[in-house]
Structure formats: structure tokens, C-alpha cells
């Protein structure tokens, strides 16, 4: 049974940083694209990150660019978030979901996506 779960969401105040894991289980998680969303309360859900499957390419949402980092440790079978100089409209439950392939296709939007994780909650005060 193919389980996605995030860890390392909060409370953070405005500036300042945290970092995000998604461990996976069940399956060969070090083949396949990992994206990070985010969904704040009466918004639809947002496209924050995403990564290869080998972590040599790497794709960030316009809002997040320059902030976030996403990287991966295959040996850990986990991909992470970094956030930077966090600002109050970065609050939301951040989802990471797996991929269908070793690849993200930005133009298939969630078409890339086949597993969600149950999401993580990061609350930033300003």
C-alpha cells in the first residue's frame, strides 16, 4: 500500500523558516516525481514544487520562487521543503503527492499526480 506523510508544519512567524518531509512507504518511492501543493482555507489548491525523480530538475510556483527549496534523499525514500523568509500568505495545509513517473510535466498539471498525502499545516503570523 503505496502511503505518502508529511511532517514538519507549525506555527512560524513571519521571516523565518522551517523545513517540510514527505516519507514515503510501500513502494519504490526513488522512481518516480514529487510535488509539493498547498491549499489556504476558501482557496483552491496551489502548485508550490516539484522534483525529478534523481532531484536534477526541480520546479517552483511563481509565489514561492526564490523562498522555497525542494530537495530529496533516495536513500531516505523522503523529499523535502525548505521555507524561507515566510510570509502570511504562505499559511495553508501543504500536501506532497508522488508522481506517475520519474518525470513532472508542467503542462499536465495534476494529471501528474497519482498519490496524496494527508497534508501537514503551516500557520504563519505576521
Known amino acids: 500500500q503505496v502511503q505518502l506523510v508529511e511532517s514538519g508544519g507549525g506555527l512560524m512567524q513571519a521571516g523565518g523558516s522551517m523545513t517540510l518531509s514527505c516519507s514515503a512507504s510501500g513502494h519504490i518511492f526513488n522512481n518516480f516525481a514529487v510535488g509539493w501543493f498547498r491549499q489556504a482555507p476558501g482557496k483552491e489548491r496551489e502548485f508550490v514544487s516539484a522534483?525529478?525523480?534523481?532531484?536534477?530538475?526541480?520546479y517552483y510556483g511563481d509565489s514561492v520562487k526564490g523562498r522555497f527549496t525542494i530537495t530529496r534523499d533516495n536513500g531516505k525514500s523522503t523529499v523535502y521543503l525548505r521555507l524561507n523568509t515566510l510570509e502570511s500568505d504562505d499559511t495553508g495545509v501543504y500536501y506532497c503527492a508522488r508522481g506517475r513517473s520519474r518525470t513532472y510535466y508542467p503542462g499536465d498539471g495534476d494529471n501528474n499526480w497519482i498519490y496524496w498525502g494527508q497534508g501537514t499545516q503551516v500557520t504563519v503570523s505576521s
Open positions: 522534483i525529478n525523480w534523481n532531484g536534477a530538475s526541480t
